[in-house]
């Protein structure tokens, strides 16, 4: 490990995990931008984000989980276990908050005035759903890290590729966590940081890896951390996101957003030859 604080590779690979987070930043700003007001852009940004993470999460991460435990002679339930498994944490986590009802989501539209909430209870679950999807967001950014930081060590030729698709998709996912806090928090700058915070976790993953799980990360834990994490952020979209995004009466701008997020997510991941 000395030769490589030496030769530069962990500030190398630690720079690659930056520009990740960094990508997060970008795309919650984004959604400041003028002309983002009113229901029907938060019905179609949200329903965008659900798409993203939808074709994310099914076309991507889990797949390729289970592709990767079965080149490594693991058996494939092990990655589609992990995948129920963090649905099933979710789902625990979802009841442990006190004062979450999914029919509160399809009235909360009701009390929109002038694009913005106007209601507090709405406020309160819009914020509810925007940190709740930073952390799940922050869950799948954390082990990405480290994959990103381990597989920077070992060869840039895979780590520059690995980080550019990361930044495709963490653009729309830094949109996705932006909307509900902004309309939730009323603060741009709030938004701003919870999304950026959620990014820093690839940092945190990094630097985790670095310090503590080097010698223990190995391929299938990465397989099977993904898998979960694919889980996580699949329960997130049909509890939290879609619910939300029906809750402004635009079904029609739902429904775009989310095509529109899985044929971007689609477009991005084919031309960077990183889907399946």
Known sequence: ??????????????SLTLLTAIATGIGSLLAFLPGTGGRRFVSAALGLSSGVMVYVSLVDILPESIEKCAYLHTPAIWAIAAF?????LMALLDVALPGHSMHA?????????????AD?????????TGIVLAATIAVHNFPEGM??????????????????????HNIPMGMAMSTPLYYGTCSRRKAFLWSMCSGMAAVAGAVFALLFLLPWWTP????????????VMLYIVFDELLPEAEAYGRHGFVMGGLVAGLAVMSLCLTLMGHGH
């Open 105 to 117: 989501h399809y009235d909360s539209g009701r009390a929109m005035t002038g694009g913005k909430p």
């Open 120 to 128: 507090p209870g709405l406020r309160d679950r819009l914020r509810r």
């Open 84 to 88: 129920f498994l963090g649905m099933a």
């Open 1 to 14: 490990m000395t030769a490589v604080f030496l030769d530069g590779t962990v500030v190398t690979a630690l």
């Open 147 to 168: 994959a990103t930081f381990v597989s920077a060590l070992e060869s840039l030729e895979v780590a520059v590729p690995l980080t550019v698709a990361i930044c495709i």
């Open 220 to 231: 299938q834990v990465e397989a099977l951390c993904m898998a979960a994490v694919a889980g």
